[in-house]
């Protein structure tokens, strides 16, 4: 697929078929990830793949948005490998990196006719503590991965897109 369609086309799924994500799709998936780009190259996302039956209802008992996907990736980051930006204390990478490893996992999955679903609702302490995170691993979100069931279509605005001119500016 060209890579401009793959921008346009991919939407977020939310209803899965009763159909598993072939291992080699979810390997070229979370190969994407661990291409990122990320500060200094210190790599701290950690990528959990939430797939065993046990897995898939524990975060299936944490947030109704695992939408019954047949694989959920749990994406985060080690705290103590983050990059900190010596200019600003409070200014740091972890979510950034993270979040550049999963949008190239969910533009990866699309390719592979994969639908996915950005998920920030979920109670991240919490979830850390279910899966029996380190202290040092911080969640970020959640990517339920699968293939988008019959009749799935993007969400009411979902190609409302707000002109250029009101977002980019040239200076």
Known sequence: ???????????????????PVEDEKLGKIIKAGLL????CNNQPQRIYVLKSAAALEKIRGITRCAFNAPVVLMVAYDASEEWHN???????????????????MMLAAWDLG???????????????????LPENIVP??????????????????????RPAEEIVRVL
């Open 36 to 39: 990122a780009p990320t500060a």
């Open 1 to 19: 697929m060209e890579f401009e369609q793959v921008l346009k086309g991919r939407f977020s799924v939310r209803d899965f078929a009763d159909r």
């Open 140 to 161: 970020v979100m959640l990517l339920p991965l699968g293939y988008p069931a019959e009749g799935v279509t993007p969400a009411k605005g979902h190609l409302t897109k």
């Open 86 to 104: 010596p200019l600003q204390a409070d200014v740091t990478s972890g979510e950034q990196d993270v979040s550049i490893a999963a949008t190239q």
């Open 114 to 132: 994969i639908g996915s679903c950005w998920v920030d609702f979920f109670p991240n302490a919490q979830t850390a503590e279910a899966f029996e």
